[in-house]
């Protein structure tokens, strides 16, 4: 019923940027909240940042004044802008939307299939 589609991952140098895009699509009639989430190989999944639809964004400590995460002008996409990259930071990202579909009444938490980031000299 709801798709997300990440893009914008790739192979970076440490120092580097990198700009992540999400946009979410189908029978969609609401969206509370967007964000970001990583895995890297052998750890569990990650908060890295998110943004409701309404009131102030939240950021991992690891990232915070090096990230920025924002919504696009329709409110169905979310971006992460990266700077100053890591080797830490290298991780599959997945987009995350709390969405609330047509025809019904509850919130329903909805997972992009990931990007691939690597930051390595």
């Known amino acids: 019923q709801v798709q997300l589609v990440e893009s914008g991952g790739g192979l970076v140098q440490p120092g580097g940027s990198l700009r992540l895009s999400c946009a979410a699509s189908?029978?969609?009639?609401?969206?509370?909240?967007m964000g970001w989430y990583r895995q890297a190989p052998g750890k569990q999944r990650e908060l890295v940042a998110t943004?409701?639809?309404?009131?102030?964004?939240n950021y991992a400590d690891s990232v915070k004044g090096r990230f920025t995460i924002s919504r696009g002008n329709a409110k169905n996409t979310v971006y992460l802008q990266m700077n100053s990259l890591k080797p830490e930071d290298t991780a599959v990202y997945y987009c995350?939307?709390?969405?609330?579909?047509?025809?019904?009444?509850?919130?329903?938490?909805?997972w992009g299939q990931g990007t691939q980031v690597t930051v390595s000299s």
């Open positions: 189908g029978s969609i009639f609401s969206i509370n909240a």
């Open positions: 995350n939307a709390v969405v609330r579909t047509v025809g019904n009444t509850y919130y329903v938490n909805y």
């Open positions: 943004i409701p639809s309404g009131g102030s964004t």
